[in-house]
């Protein structure tokens, strides 16, 4: 009774908040609600079409007002002192201990997926670390104001993992969230201005996400763009803020195709329970799953299935065009020779279908690589382990898995092996904030949660403070890098120039083309040398090498990948004086600059090693019973467009970062000036490492940029160079997606590669990881 009591004062409060505001929803900026008049307006309705409330379309002026009241959240935030921070996070946990009844009565009127207790969690996690940040993250300071952006179907919790980190570091942040998430929102927003958040630290402009999103990174005052919800959002956002000069980090959380895979080690009625609640629960799900089963238990799963799909009622769908889509699923599945176990037949029409299990659906069906939202469950078999994780990495996501055996052993061999973010054992959907989890392959290019996902908030103090903006070029995307240079005659006078080759798979060769072009003098009066002109089939070649290798490297121990790398060192030592020839006569140093490079280049590869079996994940301390392991994965192919300045010292510097922490890595020289680099590979055969994980490509330079950005298996592009490539790059690796880490060669000084800070260094070490965490429970 008293529970019920409870609920219905809920329901009066909420109702009376938006009464309050005559169910006109607006803005909230600098510390307040902000109604304009004459805005466009969107109505938001429940389960049942009735009105819940309208929210406003945010126009330019609104924009500005918000970014302006953001820049004075700024200074108000660095004024707080860490412990202050902390306790107003603290404080707005007990609010919402307080009022979470309230914030999830709204959330489901507006079709919001939350959880008031995981928000809770969230803010007493978040609230220590602000109390620690300058104690335990030493040598880093908040990156600036942050637009934190959501699609419609994203989760309110999803939506926060972005915004309470960004608060805890000290950065005011702008909030656009969908349309559904808008409500619950704002009134977040309020109750953090009642726990004594500054005004202007936290704002919330309503609108289309991609559309107002790409306006609110347009003003000079964002620093970083960070978005969550489905891909294709991300993907149109991406594309609406190439050239602006604004970090995007995008995080597909909706919509990933997830393995539950059962070995026949497990408990079989544990895990058909669960993956019946995970696959058929009513409310609105971030994941699809698949069912992958090992063929000796295949039958006595599809048993149970029967069982518990019998009785269950038709769950809700979005839409009658969403039904059309699951019909459409499973008349492929079936044409493709799957069989059906449904706990009724499916309506004759309405946004209404039974839980659905697709038995022996192919693995290569639709229904399997990207399954359509509603209630569906292909299942598939396996013979093996091997197979089991080939069928878990069958899918273009790499959001998280889930784990059932009662052997630790092989739980722990597959998690390694599945390339995913987060891993379950004997679990699924579990969520901490301490759990660090990156997307990989087709679900993220950053990490949330945890101490790991606090970085991408936080800047080296060293580094520039401001992000400077530009105006995004008029490129033609689809003929970026297909220019020809001008053939030139060399000049007669003088010895004939040297002709040099590039390095693909361990071995110096030619282009595939065939081609070369001239490297001038710097005066550019006559041609100092002939390089290859490589292309798209040279970086092909590149990747096939690198491919091979890279999965071997980086299982190799940390410590076997420390000794190669103090090889390379030493080999460098002992190219020493050909390499500063090669820079004192083609980079234009003089010989004691060249000398002092060499000696900063071998130093710094032997930092490198030493940071190989150094930088470790480990246990984390999670509040319920169980282990929680965190560690660093290798990202895979690296493509790395190298700087003008430093040509040896930023080169060992980058391909340091990539080869210590396990990738593979395809160089490109600068293309005014190659010839340090193509002298460096005489190290690298000197080297005693694996044959394809370095390989030094050059030609121009967009031309290759252009073959890295195209190619799927390269997960990571870092590119020193112009800014019509840093747009083109932002505009074009979204499809997969690739982490990219852009800066513009005239931004960076000399002392940018001289200086050996500590934090400059863990700040490249950590653009080569993305982070895994598996949850192994122990009751």
Known sequence: ???????????????????????????????????????????????????????????????????????????????????????????????????????SELCGLCGVSTSPSVLVRMLQFYSSWAQLRDTLIPGWAPIGVVAVISSDDCSLCSLMLKVFPALAMGNPVVVIPGQSCAPPTLLLAQLFTASGLPAGALNVLTGNAVTLGAKVAQNPSIQYVAYTGNKQDGV?????????????????????????????????????????????????????????????????????????????????????????????????????????????TPPSSGALYPPTVLCGAAAASS????????????????????????????????????????????????????????????????????????????????????????????RPSSCSSVIVHSTPASLDYAKFGESVASPIIPNESGSAPQFYLQFVGGKPCKAVSGRSVPVLTPGGESVL???????????????????????????????????SLYALAKALEAKRRDIVVSLSSHAGLSVDEAENEVELSVNRLTVWAAYCDKVRGGSLPMPRSGSALSFPEALGVVGVVLPEKNPILSMVTLLGAAVATGNAVILVPNQEN???????????????????????????????????????????????????????LQYTCNSPLKTLRLCSDKNKPSQYWTRSLPVLLEDLWRSGVQWKSVWIPTA
Request: proline share 4%.
């Open 1 to 103: 009774g008293s529970s019920f009591c409870f609920l219905i004062f809920f329901c009066l409060l909420l109702q009376a908040w938006l009464e309050q505001r005559s169910r006109s929803l607006g803005f909230f900026i600098d510390g307040k609600f902000v109604c304009p008049v004459e805005r466009q307006r969107c109505d938001l309705t429940d389960s049942k079409g009735a009105a819940v409330c309208s929210t406003a379309c945010a126009e330019d002026e609104d924009v500005s007002q918000c970014c302006s009241s953001a820049l004075d959240g700024l200074t108000a935030m660095c004024s707080l002192t860490c412990d202050q921070r902390a306790k107003v996070l603290l404080r707005l946990a007990s609010v919402l201990g307080q009022h979470g009844q309230c914030v």
């Open 236 to 344: 149109m956002l991406c594309k609406a803020t190439a050239g602006m000069g604004v970090p995007v980090s995008v995080t597909p959380c909706v919509g990933a195709t997830c393995p539950f895979i059962i070995f026949d080690s497990a408990d079989i009625d544990s895990a058909v329970d669960e993956v019946m609640e995970a696959a058929f629960r009513k409310k609105r799900e971030v994941m699809t799953w698949v069912n992958c089963n090992c063929e000796s238990v295949v039958d006595s799963v599809v048993a149970r299935l029967k069982m518990r799909v019998a009785g269950k009622e038709c769950v809700a769908l979005r839409s009658e065009a969403e039904r059309g889509l699951v019909d459409a699923a499973v008349q492929e599945a079936q044409q493709q020779g799957a069989t059906l176990i449904q706990s009724c």
């Open 367 to 458: 229904c399997v690589v990207s399954p359509s939202a509603g209630p569906l469950l292909p299942l598939i078999t396996f013979r093996g382990n091997t197979e089991a994780v080939t069928l878990g990495n069958h899918s273009p996501h790499g959001q998280a898995a889930s784990i059932w055996t009662e052997e630790l052993t092989l739980a722990l061999e597959t998690a390694n092996s599945l390339s995913v973010g987060s891993v379950w054992v004997n679990s699924h959907s579990v969520f901490d904030p301490c759990l660090p989890a990156s997307g990989h392959k087709d679900s993220g290019t950053c990490t949330d949660g945890g101490q790991e996902g606090l970085y991408q908030f936080l």
């Open 529 to 563: 040398a002939y390089v290859p002109d490589g292309g798209r089939k040279d970086v092909r070649n590149a990747v096939e090498a690198a491919i091979k290798v890279q999965p071997g490297w980086m299982k190799k121990s940390p410590t076997a990948r420390a000794q």
């Open 674 to 728: 190659p010839l340090p680099v193509l002298a460096f590979i005489q190290v690298l055969q000197a080297s005693d490492l694996p044959a394809g994980l370095v390989n030094v490509i050059t030609g121009s330079r967009d031309q290759l940029t252009a073959a890295l950005a195209n190619h799927n298996v390269i997960k990571a592009i870092w590119y020193w160079g112009g800014a019509e490539g840093c747009q083109y």
